[in-house]
């Protein structure tokens, strides 16, 4: 009896698996959707939400960096422009500043004053 028992034992061991349980997702599965429909494709849902959530996160962050530099782009153009004005203001200012646009004004003006003939005197302390 125990030989019978060994040989059905070897003739169950010897029976083939069926071909869809090993067989894994190929190119047909993925054109007709299959794919979608199996067990792995759900436990990869955290791993994909976590893609969306990184995707998000660099579109957010390109558009304020895009923003910033428009803002920076904008104060450059600021500055040249400040920079312009000033020059211009201190190259009046030196221009009414020398002496003979000063005695010229305070003739325009009426105000009574007198340009010194005299040199003026260094006054030395001992």
């Known amino acids: 009896m125990s030989v019978e028992n060994n040989q059905r034992i070897e003739f169950i061991d010897a029976q083939p698996q069926p071909k869809s349980a090993k067989r894994k997702g ?3 599965d993925i054109i007709n959707g299959n794919i979608l429909n ?3 494709v759900t436990s990869q849902i955290p791993y ?5 959530v990184l995707a998000i996160f660099y579109i957010g962050n390109r558009y304020k960096y895009e923003k910033l530099i428009r803002s920076e ?13 000033s020059i211009t203001t201190a ?3 030196m221009f009414i500043s020398k002496q003979s646009q000063v005695s010229r004004l305070v003739k325009e003006r009426g105000l009574g004053l ?3 003939v ?3 005197k260094k006054i030395i302390t001992r």
């Open 26 to 28: 190929g190119i047909r």
């Open 38 to 40: 199996k067990e792995n």
């Open 48 to 52: 994909i939400l976590f893609l969306a």
């Open 73 to 85: 782009q904008t104060l450059q153009i600021e500055v040249k422009n400040l920079r312009a004005e």
């Open 91 to 93: 190259s009046q200012l």
């Open 114 to 116: 007198e340009e010194s």
């Open 118 to 120: 005299t040199p003026p």
